[in-house]
């Protein structure tokens, strides 16, 4: 009998799991570790190469096991966790400003590596789903008290936001870390967007930004506007980068040398590539930030588009899950994983090709590293509760939610 009973819980469990979720991650990690070894042979001794991708394989190994663990939390407990999470996210942001790793400073510019010999750790990585748990707490827990919206309360709402969220993009820009600065700006935007944010609000908000890029753009090509933005907290490389990215043709050896090669790469590939493991193009650090490269060469626009897709299965199975669900404080958490993801796609595809300016940002579950690696898994392990948990919070109330 109680045999039978274990088999019964067995099965239970696993139909709790969201395997629709699973499969684009899981074929995203393969063409990851495909890539990766690819970028390392061309570049590394054999040794490396190995160590490469083992060291991957060992994160993506972690981040299973993460997932497993955060999959297990309900819509209570992650409440409850939030402030936490968010606290502790907060403390590393600060931490890392005195012992981040002074190799990568010199390297890279940014101050944002912990570093323990060989072991590294980006902080920023993990305050992403801790920022995104508290935002949706803060959204849902307002939400619940105003029971009338008008334009004086959603501007209260979003000041609340920006407060909460005001010290992150501070403590980044003290690193020198303005790609995810950006991510983190996106993940606030997508969340004002579907906090019930009145058009009144959303409208003027979106031209004013709007303004605020082209004039950010129309300083930077001019010497007195970069004096000005170097004031602000501007570095000399960013310009650089800027200026490759509106000239891609013009500096071809030097600080453009990265981006021209990738864009030569993917080029090269054609409709179907030139066949796995055929590395023709040099492009640096490609087994990280320039892993797309590596995709285009190979496999072609063909490959690209199948890895373009494979992103949008994932952001259609987490809306899927969003209107099964029906929890308010779980769809705000969906929609900043969402945000997220998309983002880093988005940002990292576009630098590869040329249509956007460099920004160090990895292609999530496809570039080598363990902290943006990690940072996603956690996003997916906040997705997977959300079905796992279905049948005892799909109608939990709005009222019911202020109280976790």
């Known amino acids: 009998m109680e045999k039978n009973d274990s088999r019964v819980a067995r099965k239970d469990d696993s139909s709790r799991i969201d395997y629709g979720i699973i499969f684009p991650v899981l074929m995203l990690a393969i063409i990851g570790l495909a ?46 966790l939030a402030p ?38 980006q902080p920023s990585e993990v305050m992403k789903p801790a920022y995104i748990l508290m935002m949706a707490r803060i959204i849902t827990l307002y939400n619940s008290k105003v029971k009338v919206r008008t334009v004086r309360t959603d501007w209260k709402l979003i000041g609340t936001m920006i407060l909460w969220t005001l010290p992150i993009p501070v403590l980044l820009l003290l690193q020198h870390d303005f790609g995810t600065t950006l991510v983190f700006i996106a993940i606030f935007v997508g969340l004002v967007v579907v ?50 990215w509106l000239h891609p043709a013009s500096d071809t050896t030097n600080s453009g040398y990265q981006l021209w090669q990738s864009m030569k790469a993917i080029g090269s590939g054609q409709l179907f590539g030139k ?12 087994e990280s930030d320039m892993i797309f490269s590596v995709i285009g060469e190979n496999f ?59 920004t160090g940002i990895p292609l999530p579950f496809v570039s080598a590293g363990g902290s943006a690696l990690i940072g996603n898994m956690v996003g997916i392990g906040l997705i997977m509760s959300m079905r796992y948990h279905y049948y005892s919070y799909s109608k939990t109330s709005l009222e019911q939610q202020a109280d976790f």
């Open 300 to 358: 072609g626009f063909v490959g690209s588009v199948l890895v373009v897709g494979l992103y949008f299965l994932l952001i259609y199975k987490i809306l899927q899950v969003i209107f099964d669900t029906k929890n308010e404080f779980y769809a705000y958490v969906a929609t900043g994983v969402i945000m997220m993801i998309l983002f880093h796609a988005f940002e990292n595809i576009g630098m590869n090709i040329g249509l956007l300016p460099l």
């Open 35 to 80: 890539s990766i070894y690819v970028a390392t042979t061309h570049d590394t001794s054999a040794t490396s190469i190995l160590r490469q991708v083992f060291s991957q394989l060992i994160w993506y190994i972690l981040g299973i096991i993460i997932v497993a663990v955060i999959m297990r939390f309900d819509a209570k407990q992650l409440w409850r």
């Open 84 to 121: 936490l999470a968010y606290g502790v996210g907060l403390f590393l942001l600060f931490l890392v400003l005195f012992f981040y790793s002074r190799s990568y400073a010199a390297n890279t510019g940014a101050k944002s590596w912990f570093a323990i010999g060989s072991l590294t750790f």
């Open 275 to 286: 066949g796995f493991n055929v590395s023709n193009v040099n492009v640096p650090v490609r």
């Open 195 to 244: 906090s019930g944010v009145t058009w009144r609000i959303l409208i003027p908000s979106f031209v004013g930004m709007v303004i605020l890029g082209s004039s950010t753009l129309m300083l930077v090509a001019t010497s007195w506007g970069r004096t000005l933005l170097e004031k602000v907290g501007f570095e000399a490389y960013q310009f650089a980068r800027v200026d490759n």
